[in-house]
């Protein structure tokens, strides 16, 4: 069965830095491009960061975190990552990391439809 498990989130300082990792699971996901996503309280999931799956690891992010945050991905461990710098108190959300239903996809873009359940990530002022 496929499966998507975040890890690394926590309670962090303002300016401080976080790395989330998504470990994936019954499926490949070398062909698959990744993504994350954040959803504050009271607020709609939303884009933050996503990697494609080709060998030029091209990528692409939401305006409000660019400069601040790192995608990455390691195929052989079959895991995503989000590096966060300088984290802000509007960073703070339940991120989640997702996977394209479609693979090889040649656009910077996804129909993320396979979740996982997300891993807090608290930025305190």
């Known amino acids: 069965q496929e499966q998507l498990v975040e890890s690394g989130g926590g309670l962090v300082q303002a300016g401080g830095s976080l790395r989330l990792s998504c470990a994936a699971s019954?499926?490949?996901?070398?062909?698959?491009?990744m993504a994350w996503f954040r959803q504050a309280p009271g607020k709609e999931r939303e884009f933050v960061a996503g990697i494609s799956w080709s060998t030029f690891r091209r990528t692409w992010y939401a305006d409000s975190v660019k400069g601040r945050f790192t995608i990455s991905r390691d195929n052989t461990e079959q895991t995503v990552y989000l590096q966060m710098n300088s984290l802000k108190s509007e960073d703070t959300a339940v991120y989640y990391c997702a996977a394209d239903r479609v693979p090889n996809r040649t656009s910077l873009s996804g129909d993320f439809g396979s979740w996982g359940q997300g891993t807090q990530v608290t930025v305190s002022s």
């Open positions: 019954g499926r490949t996901i070398s062909m698959y491009n």
